[in-house]
């Protein structure tokens, strides 16, 4: 039989795509990559964002799953290569399941609806304290639900007003997200996926995501990176808006020759740059 050397080649790899990592973009880089099964499978993906920016991913939401699952280490790629703040894909996967979070905006089952927000952020909470365990001091549980009602009464989107016992079947979509994303970021992810579902109507759907945008970077240290998936077709530059980090885009469901110009970032982190996003 041949000596096939397995664990060599993928080392091999490993050490190829690590010396691609260090030209390209520090927060996420994505350079060839399908990811999907054999049944489901995205087009090649390129693109990337600096370390604390923003991403717009534009596409089918069954695309966008797959991309956030690849980015998080939850499946690995069909082919290509990927990093998110130095961890690869292929290669880093349990690394990546620790440090990116993803969090699905979209409609509630009923067992999730009855989740108090309170309880959530607790178990996020404990989560992110690691081997130091124990119960978790009471007044993070207060400051982190006290940032969520914060951000929900900015938003204005007829929500109650948020305490430890309201439950997300309460809120509405643009306030359930903040306090999703708020209850993620709570373990420390480096990178935070936010996805806002099927969407809807363009212009709803164009003024929730720049709500969600607006607080959960507000929420979110400055060095995370955010990652926002949402229906293709809307305004980029209107869901950019005031968002003071650099800003870049990928559409999964661009032509080839268009989908590889279009994820190119721009390093302008003001609003100043709506017009390469558009």
């Not at 894909?89 to 349990?94: K, L």
């Not at 952020?121 to 978790?136: D, F, T, Y």
Request: charged share 20%.
């Amino acid at each position: 039989l041949p000596d096939l050397d397995v664990e060599g080649e993928h080392l091999r790899h490993y050490r190829q795509n690590a010396e691609w990592m260090r030209d390209q973009p520090n927060g996420i880089a994505i350079d060839g990559l399908v990811a999907g099964a054999e049944s489901t499978t995205t087009r090649p993906v390129t693109g990337g964002i600096e370390r604390g920016g923003v991403l717009l991913v534009e596409g089918q939401l069954a695309e966008r799953r797959l991309l956030a699952a690849t980015l998080a280490g939850r499946i690995a790629p069909v082919s290509g290569h990927a990093h998110a703040h130095g961890h690869l894909t292929p290669g880093d996967e349990s690394a990546l399941m620790r440090r990116v979070a993803v969090v699905d905006a979209s409609t509630l089952d009923s067992r999730s609806a009855e989740l108090t927000v309170g309880a959530l952020l607790e178990e996020r909470l404990r989560l992110g304290r690691g081997a130091a365990g124990g119960s978790v001091p009471p007044a993070l549980i207060e400051q982190g639900i006290a940032e969520i009602s914060a951000a929900a009464a900015r938003l204005r989107d007829g929500s109650p007003r948020v305490q430890a016992d309201t439950s997300l079947g309460e809120l509405r979509p643009a306030s359930r997200g903040v306090a999703l994303a708020r209850i993620a970021l709570a373990e420390g992810p480096e990178v935070l996926i936010l996805d806002l579902g099927p969407g809807a109507e363009p212009e709803v759907t164009t003024r929730l995501a720049a709500s969600l945008l607006r607080e959960a970077s507000a929420l979110a240290a400055p060095e995370t990176t955010i990652v926002l998936g949402l229906p293709s077709g809307l305004d980029p530059a209107a869901i950019v808006g005031e968002v003071r980090r650099p800003a870049g885009r990928i559409r999964l469901d661009a032509p080839p020759a268009a989908s590889a110009g279009a994820p190119q970032p721009t390093h302008e982190a003001t609003s100043t740059h709506k017009g390469a996003l558009a």
